[in-house]
């Protein structure tokens, strides 16, 4: 069976290759036999699940003894006789022996717009994770059913703001601001929350005047909200918040972090008054490996190289390096560059290996040394994706992703609006 050690190799040039965990190379249904909820091996195992977190049950002996060409096989085989009838998406961070079965490969945003671009497809196979499997629901139509082929491959971020935290934060920032809008029609405060959040946040949102963001238009995203807004409340992903108001001009002393498990968050009334953007305690696990001592080791090694990171990052990584943007970004970035560039990116390692993969006219490496996958993301493995798609074959549904239509309808809203909100 091929495993995440197999694909994952050499990452960067002359530079030694260790793993985070010995455990990446057991396959992932094994985590899924754990008694308790956890990430699994990877950049979040670190990272308490909470106790709600969806669990896979066990997928037939036949396909985790399958090997990895009979397993070739029998997806192709699946995906041949379902023709148009089913779409499978992938996600950048995807591992390799995966997403080369993808119809569509992009960030969320994207592959949210890819689920929405087939409408004649009667099922959409997500090799993602939970909250953009949610997205596709949300934005295909009524007769589409969507499946994602692992349900344990949820998102540590996205569990960092939980709605009946983010409610109870809503409810004390209200008391505090109170709720009429000032002289010039703009209210107390504005919802945001990143792609990378749960159906219901993104439903909160559409409920009380707010909007999505993803990496790409999070400044376009602000923008609107302060011309609607005196602050914005801005979850889960503190970093990305943060780099893109400090971008604007928003000065730090005026983006004070609330913490869920304190009273306002951890904050003094005066500090909240004062505050233009509020940013919530969450982070993601993979951009959080990123140091500024890993760009300062690529520029020893590589003079002249080119430092591309995630605005995921923390914002001392950010400032150090030479562009910050979203993977579409950084992606778009080496397609155009003139051959013979070193490139240093922060972001996932799949995306990076594959783009050095890609474009052998560059050299292209990542600035983390150590191999440490998105943990959820590994929990897709193409012996998920053949049962998944055998079943279709069959007439049978399995691990579908249906988003009530209480949460959905305002959710829909929020996600409009930031389809609206172009960068």
Request: net charge negative.
């Amino acid at each position: 069976m091929t495993s995440v050690a197999t694909t994952l190799t050499l990452i960067r040039p002359g530079g030694p290759v260790t793993s985070c965990s010995p455990a990446l190379k057991e396959a992932p249904w094994n985590f899924d036999a754990v008694p308790m909820p956890s990430y699994g091996p990877g950049s979040s195992m670190a990272d308490v699940a909470p106790a709600g977190t969806p669990r896979q049950g066990e997928i037939p002996a036949e396909y985790r003894e399958a090997s990895d060409e009979e397993l070739d096989r029998r997806i192709l085989a699946a995906k041949a006789t379902l023709g148009d009838r089913v779409v499978v998406l992938g996600h950048f961070y995807q591992r390799d022996e995966v997403v080369k079965y993808a119809d569509f490969v992009g960030d969320s945003f994207q592959l949210a717009n890819a689920a929405r671009s087939r409408p004649e497809a009667e099922a959409i196979v997500f090799c993602g994770v939970h909250f953009m499997a949610e997205t596709a629901d949300i934005v295909s139509n009524a007769d589409q059913q969507v499946i994602l082929p692992n349900l344990a491959a949820g998102c540590s971020m996205a569990d960092m703001a939980d709605i009946d935290s983010v409610t109870e934060c809503w409810e004390q920032l209200e008391e505090l601001y109170g709720t009429e809008p000032d002289a010039s029609g703009r209210v107390p405060v504005i919802p945001v929350t990143y792609m990378n959040s749960s159906a219901a946040l993104k439903g909160f949102c559409g409920e009380h005047g707010g909007i999505v963001c993803t990496s790409s238009n999070a400044a376009t995203v602000l923008e609107w909200a302060f011309e609607r807004g005196q602050r914005v409340l801005f979850f889960p992903d503190q970093h990305l918040g943060r780099n893109t108001a400090k971008a604007m001009g928003v000065p730090l002393e005026q983006m004070p972090m609330w913490n869920p498990r304190k009273t306002l968050g951890g904050n003094d009334e005066q500090g909240l008054l004062d505050a233009r953007v509020i940013l919530w305690h969450g982070f993601c696990s993979v951009h959080k490996r990123f140091t500024v001592a890993q760009i300062d080791q690529a520029r020893l090694d590589f003079p002249g190289v080119r430092v591309i990171v995630h605005p995921e990052c923390p914002m001392p990584v950010v400032d150090a390096a030479d562009e910050a943007g979203s993977t579409d970004y950084i992606q778009k970035a080496i397609l155009s560059a003139e051959p013979g560039q070193v490139f240093a990116i922060g972001t996932e390692i799949n995306m990076v290996q594959r783009l050095a993969a890609e474009h052998p006219e560059h050299t292209i490496f990542c600035l983390d040394p150590v191999v440490c996958p998105c943990s959820t993301m590994y929990r897709i493995h193409p012996g998920y994706l053949a049962w998944v798609l055998e079943a279709l074959v069959r007439g049978e549904v399995l691990n579908r992703i249906a988003v009530d239509e209480s949460i959905a309808a305002p959710a829909r809203v929020a996600l409009e609006r930031m389809l609206a909100a172009r960068p």
